[in-house]
């Protein structure tokens, strides 16, 4: 195992169970999100903490943060009537997983998980970051996710088209949450022809035109942006891909590493999600932690451009891939750690 600690406990209000992972403390406290989602089994929750908590390991590193990653779960059960009541209990007992760590991992909203929720962490743990900002928190950390893949996207068509310019450029958007519904309007703003997916229909009515969410991937664009849950991006699907370039701030979006490389040998260009997707976690951490000021967090979240420029250079320079020239950034910053 990879992980330095896991634990595992059986909500004593919810009764559902809880997933803490803590991947690396190298670099400092492991931060990442708070995930509520529905399991097929716990177990699968916890396959999805392990992979996500790497992850944050990697994008905290890569975006310069001293913070290591982690991630929490609370599994659903393909069963499970989430009432209000049972998400509080849920919430409470995870403050306590979280308490019990002492300071090595802080929690944070996720896929399923808002501000509002934080609050209710915040009455077992204090190792929470963005409750709302009537509560003297940082709010959503949707808005500065979104301007760091907008800024991913420019970089990267910079290098795939010649221009940063969006004018004209078909995205694809496919998973219309806080986050993609924020990046869809940046890019709508940016003068692009936008296509949007969601597997929930109600969102049909965003505005944009729509695609169906089996499409949504093979849907002929400039940009294809992954904006849902991950592993979408399977050695199955490579072939029948058409977007040139792919960026987006969906988490662990390939099935395996080799899938990079399937992507690079089709010539298409894969912005590493972890790089991408930082902009949340920069500005959390930087204004939460850091104490550092909007104004000095929103431009770490704009240099995500440049480390997504200097990754597809690299990868041009050296024959290789975004994927591992963006872990060898990880990996020298935790041999510098050592
Ligand atoms: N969940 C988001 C992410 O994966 C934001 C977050 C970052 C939350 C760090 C907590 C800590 O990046």
């Not at 990653?69 to 403050?95: F, H, M, N, Q, Y």
């Not at 893949?149 to 496919?174: H, K, M, N, Y």
Request: net charge negative; charged share 20%.
């Amino acid at each position: 195992m990879k992980h330095e600690e896991v634990r595992i406990r059986h909500g004593r209000r919810s009764g559902l169970p809880l997933i803490v992972a803590i991947h690396s403390t190298a670099l400092g406290p492991a931060a990442g999100g708070i995930r509520v989602r529905r399991y097929p089994d716990w177990r699968d929750g916890l396959a999805d903490a392990l992979r996500l908590s790497e992850a944050m390991t990697s994008k905290n590193a890569a975006a310069g943060l001293d913070f290591g990653g982690g991630k929490s779960v609370i599994a659903l059960g393909p069963d499970v009537d989430l009432t209000p009541e049972l998400r509080e209990a849920a919430l409470l007992d995870l403050g306590e997983v979280i308490e019990s760590f002492g300071g090595a991992y802080f929690g944070g909203p996720d896929v399923g998980t808002g501000p509002d929720d934080m609050v209710v962490v915040r009455r077992t743990t204090s190792r929470v970051f963005c409750l709302p900002e009537s509560q003297g928190g940082t709010g959503s950390s949707s808005a500065p996710t979104a301007v760091g893949v907008f800024e991913a996207l420019r970089a990267g068509a910079t290098r795939v088209f010649g221009s940063a310019s969006l004018s004209g450029r078909t995205v694809v958007i496919s998973g219309l949450g806080s986050v993609g519904g924020l990046l869809a309007r940046h890019v709508a703003e940016a003068g692009a022809r936008v296509l949007v997916s969601d597997v929930d229909d109600s969102k049909r009515s965003s505005g944009y035109e729509w695609v169906l969410p089996e499409k949504a991937l093979r849907t002929p664009a400039d940009i294809l942006v992954p904006a849902a849950v991950g592993g979408v991006l399977s050695a199955e699907l490579v072939p029948e891909l058409s977007a040139p370039m792919i960026v987006g701030p969906a988490n662990n979006q390939l099935t395996d590493e080799s899938v990079a490389d399937a992507l690079a040998a089709r010539g298409i260009v894969w912005v590493p999600d972890f790089v991408a997707s930082a902009g949340g976690a920069v500005y959390i951490l930087l204004r939460e932690i850091e104490g550092l000021s909007h104004a000095e967090a929103m431009s770490r979240v704009h240099a995500i451009g440049d480390t997504v420029s200097s990754v597809l250079d690299a990868a041009r320079a050296n024959g290789s891939t975004p994927l591992r020239e963006a872990l060898s950034l990880v990996d020298a910053r935790l041999a510098g750690s050592r």
